[in-house]
């Protein structure tokens, strides 16, 4: 399985972003997705998730401006940013915890991360 992020660029403060990241290949259910971040010098943070029955959960930081989504048909997760700020330039990486058909366990899976940077 493979998660294929997509969307990032650089915007101006006060624009806006839409991320993408989609889940490739086959025998796999996918249960929580999300977005985590990385910032130069910083540790990797959550930055919104979402689980398969649609519950979110966001950081503080970005409640308000940031919303997650998901579209199960699509095994993809979304990411709409508005209202961007210098402060959320970072590397962008989408999460998903999948369990593969053959297993009862499920493992975490990230995707390449992404880019962001918001000018001031």
């Known amino acids: 399985v493979q998660l294929q992020a997509s969307g990032g660029g650089l915007v101006q403060a006060g624009g806006s972003l839409r991320l993408s990241c989609a889940a490739a290949?086959?025998?796999?259910?996918?249960?929580?997705m999300g977005w985590y971040r990385q910032a130069p010098g910083e540790q990797r943070e959550l930055v919104a998730a979402?689980?398969?029955?649609?519950?979110?959960n966001y950081a503080d930081s970005v409640k308000g401006r940031f919303t997650i989504s998901r579209d199960n048909a699509k095994n993809t997760v979304y990411l709409q940013m508005k209202s961007l700020k210098p402060e959320d330039t970072a590397v962008y990486y989408c999460n998903a915890v999948i369990r593969r058909t053959w297993t009862e366990y499920a493992h975490d899976y990230w995707g390449q991360g992404t880019q962001v940077t918001v000018s001031s």
């Open positions: 979402i689980t398969s029955a649609g519950t979110t």
């Open positions: 290949g086959s025998g796999f259910t996918i249960n929580a």
